[in-house]
């Protein structure tokens, strides 16, 4: 007979380490990150343990409280409590706590207990307790407790060894509760009578912390830091990835060359390789390593601890703005992606703050912005040093980041300033110790944006280029044809129709055709660019040519109104029905697109009448 | 018409076909695993011949919920299916204001 798969649900106040654990224990590759509030989901996952038994594990949103306050707390509560719809309650909870701050974790460890389920509590981070001196009497602990202690370090490789070995034996009785609900004031001063007689610690807080603290949160070196920190930032996307972006154009091009050289030229096959798939695809790939530069300072950001102190400068001026301080982590992600920063706003409590947030996180500068803006920098705005270091390219694409935080404040405070609800809440969030960043796990969280943008490039761009490139190849020409053949094709007349729209922006026709398929995703247009001019001037390496043509072709005023375009509008459709499921609304979903279409043409007609009347 | 003129209609029709499934599915997931089973099922019809039946069966939707299940990485990834009846999502709640 087999025996049953047993559940088992990680919980523990957010930043613990519980998703590291959950990637230890099975395997998985689930976003970790030194801060609160990185999942917002369940996550599910298994693993065997050596004895050959296999467990079922549950990775739950980290909660300070059974009292949820936000949803992603709720799903934590009803997962543990059995409520959630169609899951029975775990048949073992693990409770993780951060070694190094047990005054905090252990008081949610005791409402854990109070359930009166089997309970392991894993005590996570015991290498950086050991480095600050923390004591910890893991047998008095447990004796106290009345559920087994383990000791973890889930960030090394081996380092959930004891709670393999202790969830592997029997499941542990369960946990003592006491007969009456403990108040919130007794269950501190049982925290407070653990601590007295289980854990020494030389001082409350990490030296190193305050020592770096001092600066990082000094209210003007703060700002100079963090200002500091985004420019270099931007101005390395530009300085480090050109001589890999020349190697990936050589190869690009020699591939399209080789490929399409035993087959006769201008026949339509010959056309769908080198002007659809080499041309589109080749206009999008050569961005990857500016991406991947953008993501290893994300990655290290993340990882070292930096990023909550960074929410902490920003509060003010957020709060200002009406934004809660909890939007700062969904604003942050949406610099990867809108979709899981909207996700992310799970974290916040107040369905209006919460809506608010949702409503401008499309406005932060996700990476498929990216290859539009190196796009239009590198073939408009001259490689000039500024000031003797300062790369002039870098400066305009901190502008442009620039742009979209200040715009989502804007809007923010307009819809602060619409709202009848006038409530206010503060910004309490906790600072995490730095951590010298992981090569290993930066490696990893590069390889997975690798593949990410590799899959949406042999995805849904190489479906949409070839698409393209058969509505820009058919209807042929006629016979007495005297304008390139896209011209008559149902693209080309999509385009025409299209230009008397955004003729007042600067737009001409073969923009108005790439941003059609653009709509499914911003990095498209780039391809399509690509497809467009290649099938318009029978460029053979167009692919490495696209910044060079544009250049020639565009007015800077155009390129500019393009710049600002891509500003606001919300050209992702995933990112807009992630916001249907979290909003439950298509209501919200019109707004949401209504607006941000409607100030990217207001902003890119200003943009070019400007620029054409100064040029 | 010669012969490279037939396979490359062919390889273009096929390559066109596969890119506008491939989109569809992408674009619109629900709509397109609700098209899947529709075909599904009417291949997989009593009346139909064996073939038909058994590309039928190997026609049907894998999930009923979408083409990634409703876990979410980001836009282009996919995060785990949720196990449970209820999708893993957590829609605004707004609770009129009691009137004073």
Known sequence: ?615 | MTAFDVIQAIVIGIVVLLAAVTAFRKLLPKTATRVQARLSAALNAPARSAWMRALGLRMQPKAATGSCGDGCGSCGSCGPKPVGNQPDVQPLHFRPRARP
């Open chain 1, 1 to 615: 007979m087999s025996e049953a798969v047993l559940r088992i649900a990680l919980v523990g106040n957010p930043n613990c380490g519980k998703t590291a654990l959950f990637n230890q224990l099975t395997g998985g590759r689930q976003k970790v990150a030194n801060y609160a509030g990185v999942t917002v989901e369940r996550k599910e996952g298994r693993f065997v343990a050596p004895s050959g038994r296999s467990f079922q594990l549950l990775d739950l949103p980290g909660a300070y409280s059974f009292a949820a306050t936000s949803p992603d707390e709720a799903i934590t509560r009803d997962v543990c409590l059995g409520r959630y719809p169609g899951e029975a309650a775990p048949d073992l909870i693990v409770c993780v706590a951060d070694a190094t701050n047990l005054r905090l974790h252990l008081r949610f460890v005791l409402e854990v207990r109070q359930l009166g389920r089997p309970v392991v509590l894993a005590l996570n981070m015991m290498d950086a307790a050991k480095r600050r001196g923390i004591v910890i009497d893991v047998d008095e602990l447990q004796r106290r407790l009345g559920v087994p202690v383990v000791q973890t370090v889930a960030v090394q490789r081996g380092g959930a060894k004891a709670l393999i070995e202790r969830v592997d034996g029997d499941v542990p009785e369960a946990a003592p509760s006491d007969p009456v609900p403990l108040t919130p004031a007794q269950m501190h001063a049982q925290v407070r009578e653990l601590l007295t007689a289980t854990v020494t610690m030389p001082r409350e807080t990490a030296a190193v912390d305050d020592a770096l603290d001092r600066w990082a949160l000094h209210p003007v070196m703060g700002m100079v830091i963090l200002a500091g920190l985004m420019f270099f930032i931007f101005q390395a996307v530009f300085s480090w990835a050109k001589p890999v972006m020349d190697g990936i154009q050589a190869g690009i091009t020699w591939l399209g060359a080789w490929s399409t050289g035993f087959l006769p030229a201008g026949s339509a096959l010959h056309s769908l390789l080198n002007d659809g798939v080499f041309a589109g695809l080749g206009a999008v790939l050569v961005f990857l390593p500016q991406i991947l530069i953008l993501f290893f300072f994300i990655l290290v950001l993340e990882e070292s601890g930096y990023l909550p102190r960074a929410a902490f400068l920003l509060d003010r001026t957020m709060f200002k703005a009406g934004l809660t301080g909890r939007a700062f982590i969904p604003l942050l992600s949406s610099f990867a992606c809108a979709i899981p920063g909207i996700m992310a706003t799970r974290s916040i409590n107040d369905p209006r703050d919460r809506l608010t947030t949702i409503m401008v996180a499309p406005l932060m500068t996700c990476s498929a912005r990216l290859p539009v803006y190196t796009l239009l920098i590198a073939a408009f705005i001259p490689a000039r040093v500024v000031g003797g270091v300062f790369n002039l390219q870098g400066i305009v694409l901190f502008v442009l980041y620039f742009a979209g935080i200040f715009s989502a404040l804007a809007v923010a405070w307009v819809i602060k300033r619409m709202r009848r609800d006038k409530s206010e809440h503060a910004l309490i969030m906790e600072l995490p110790s730095y951590r010298v960043p992981h090569a290993r796990d930066i490696a990893l969280g590069l390889w997975e944006r690798s593949k990410i943008f590799l899959r949406r490039v042999g995805g849904i761009i190489l479906a949409l280029t070839v698409l393209l490139w058969f509505l820009a190849s058919f209807p042929g020409p006629p016979a007495n044809a005297t304008l390139p053949a896209i011209d008559y094709s149902l693209a080309g007349r999509i385009g025409h129709l299209l230009h008397y729209i955004f003729a007042p922006i600067g737009f001409n026709w073969q923009i108005c055709v790439a941003l059609v398929p653009g709509l499914a995703a911003r990095e498209v247009a780039v391809a399509s660019l690509g497809t467009v001019y290649a099938m318009s001037g029978g460029e053979d390496a167009v692919a490495s040519q696209l910044g060079t043509l544009i250049s020639h072709q565009w007015s800077l005023a155009t390129a500019l109104s393009l710049l600002a375009w891509y500003v606001f509008a919300p050209q992702c459709m995933s990112t807009l029905a992630v916001i249907r499921r979290e909003t439950n609304s298509w209501r919200n979903v019109a707004i949401a697109a209504g607006y941000l279409f409607g100030l990217a043409y207001l902003a890119s007609f200003a943009t070019y009448q400007i620029a054409s009347a100064l040029s």
